[in-house]
């Protein structure tokens, strides 16, 4: 029993980090239709860009306490994440804009190799350790342990999907989202600016990623220029998996994507014996999402496709 807590506290964990960037993947492609692939990358400059600031603050302020280090290197990291998404949506997905959908694909994987290759340069290849600022002993459910990391990472999640609803629902650049993604002809010629609104939306995505890269590199302790390719591709997954063009559905996609990891690759694990165990868990992913969309094309909770004029 305290295997399977445990391996439900850290599928929530990683579910919440899945979820955080299958938003973004979500939210562009409810847009424009787009998959923006480099969005896994996205999410590794923020989390290299905030392991530099940190590095530089604490030799500029060795006293000073880890979460406001920790806050200010998110903070900078956010920014240059949405400077960095927003200039890729600009230079390499708008004059794509009216192509064949072929292009703008072939556009984002091509992104995405550039940015590791950049990375790589940059931050040299070596894996670099993350200093764990928040410290603190972790807390004992029912057996299982779950650190101050992880549950700020599960607080972080809920209230990043509360935002993004109230957002998308009360706002007036939410209005100018849904117009635009209903048709954006027509939303133009009712005063919205679609480029605005879309470049809104990439920014937006780049922030979320670049939270959930400095989250995945406090909980794992390490960073390196490829760390974002799997995370973004399982977020691509499970956005697909809860109905890709759903914010509610990129969410439960990702928390449940982390659950089936982590009991295939602990709790099943244990009761096979090790045959099928953590370097076995993304066939459980992957088989599930598999038998879902056959099940159920459009995601579990489906992709809400409007007439187009």
Not at 63 to 81: D, F, R, T
Not at 134 to 163: D, H
Request: hydrophobic share 55%; net charge positive; glycine share 12%.
């Amino acid at each position: 029993m305290e295997t399977l807590i445990q391996q439900i506290i850290n599928g929530l964990v990683l579910g919440s980090m899945y979820a955080l960037v299958a938003l973004g993947y979500t939210m562009v492609y409810g847009i424009i239709g787009l998959i923006n692939f480099a969005h896994g990358e996205v999410l590794m400059v923020g989390a290299l860009t905030s392991w530099t600031i940190i590095g530089w603050m604490q030799e500029a302020m060795p006293g000073a306490p880890g979460w406001i280090i920790l806050l200010i290197s998110l903070v900078i990291a956010c920014i240059v994440a949405a400077a960095l998404n927003f200039t890729i949506e600009k230079v390499a997905y708008r004059p794509l804009r009216n192509s064949p959908r072929l292009a703008p694909l072939i556009t984002a994987i091509g992104m995405s190799i550039f940015l590791q290759t950049m990375a790589m340069i940059i931050w040299k290849p070596n894996y670099k350790p993350f200093p764990n600022l928040l410290g603190g002993e972790p807390y004992e459910i029912g057996g299982a342990v779950i650190s101050f990391t992880q549950i700020l990472i599960l607080g972080l999640t809920a209230c990043a999907l509360a935002t993004l609803m109230w957002l998308v629902n009360y706002t007036k650049l939410g209005r100018a989202m849904r117009a635009t993604a209903e048709n954006p002809r027509v939303a133009a010629l009712m005063g919205v600016k679609p480029d605005l609104v879309i470049s809104a939306t990439f920014v937006i995505g780049a922030v979320l990623a670049a939270i959930a890269g400095i989250m995945w590199a406090a909980n794992y302790g390490t960073v390196q220029h490829t760390m974002g390719f799997l995370p973004g591709l399982k977020a691509f997954t499970a956005a697909v998996f809860g109905g890709i063009g759903n914010l509610a559905g990129a969410v439960v996609g990702g928390i449940l994507l982390g659950l089936i990891e982590s009991l295939g690759a602990g709790y099943i694990g244990k009761l096979t014996g090790g045959v099928l165990g953590s370097h076995y868990s993304d066939i459980f992913a992957f088989v599930v999402l598999i038998i879902v969309l056959t099940l159920r094309p459009s995601g579990l909770l489906g992709e809400r496709v409007a007439d187009r004029a």
